[in-house]
Nanobody
Framework: KVELLESGGGSVRTGGSLTLSCIARTQRMDYYCMGWFRQAPGQEREGLAA????????TYADSAKGRFTISKDNAKNALYLQMNSLIPEDTAMYYC???????????????????WGQGTQVTVSS
């Protein structure tokens, strides 16, 4: 089992940047495929980015490509999501997720991830 704790959300203006952090309480950070999802009000949870156990392979959803960067620091038990050029449509609750072992397919299916954090709110105003 792994506990996930997100931080770094907040309110920014259009064009601004935020970096989300996720600290994982686990002895084996490198064992987990980890990623980020988000959920806007009235919408389904949407997968954004995922990273394999050793952090070498990153996968992005189309909505995240070019603006968001996922990174993993196993030594610090941390997962990050750098978000640039934010727009109001990025307003959502952002969740850190994890799955034991290799990343599954489809990689942005909610059912692939056993562990979810409580979320951190991101609000982008125009």
């Amino acid at each position: 089992k792994v506990e996930l704790l997100e931080s770094g959300g907040g309110s920014v203006r259009t064009g601004g940047s935020l970096t989300l952090s996720c600290i994982a309480r686990t002895q084996r950070m490198d064992y987990y495929c980890m990623g980020w999802f988000r959920q806007a009000p009235g919408q389904e949870r949407e997968g954004l980015a995922a990273n394999d156990g050793d952090g070498a392979l990153s996968t992005y959803a189309d909505s995240a490509k070019g603006r968001f960067t996922i990174s993993k620091d196993n030594a610090k038990n941390a997962l990050y999501l750098q978000m640039n050029s934010l727009i109001p449509e990025d307003t959502a609750m952002y969740y850190c997720v994890a799955r034991g072992g290799a990343c599954g397919r489809p990689i942005f299916s909610r059912s692939q991830y056993e562990f979810w954090g409580q979320g951190t709110q991101v609000t982008v105003s125009s």
